[in-house]
């Protein structure tokens, strides 16, 4: 079983940075894949980040070159830095293991001026 847990939303102003972190514990497999997901009021959930054990990457189209994700410490922790954002960015971000099906309780990440 994997426990997750989420931190770092906030609020920020238009074109300001936040760091989101998810740290993955009390699992007896390893994790292959973990990836980011947000929802937005009235929206339907998206994929965000994706990140393979190995450090690949993709993003979606809306935030590629303005967000980075990466794994750490054995592949256990999750980042996703987000620059330069948008009001559009406003939402809940969950952090998941799709193997797993295994969520974060979600951070709100709230942009506006």
């Known amino acids: 079983q994997v426990q997750l847990v989420e931190s770092g939303g906030g609020w920020v102003q238009p074109g300001g940075s936040l760091r989101l972190s998810c740290v993955a514990s009390r699992s007896s497999f390893s994790i292959k894949e973990m990836a980011w997901y947000r929802q937005a009021p009235g929206k339907q959930r998206e994929l965000v980040a994706r990140v393979s054990s190995d450090g690949s990457t993709n993003y979606v189209d809306s935030v590629t070159g303005r967000f980075t994700t990466s794994r750490h410490n054995a592949g256990y922790v999750m980042y996703l830095q987000m620059n330069s954002l948008k009001p559009e960015d406003t939402a809940v971000y969950y952090c998941?293991?799709?193997?797993?099906?295994?969520w974060g309780q979600g951070t709100q990440v709230t942009v506006s001026s």
């Open positions: 998941t293991i799709p193997a797993f099906g295994a």
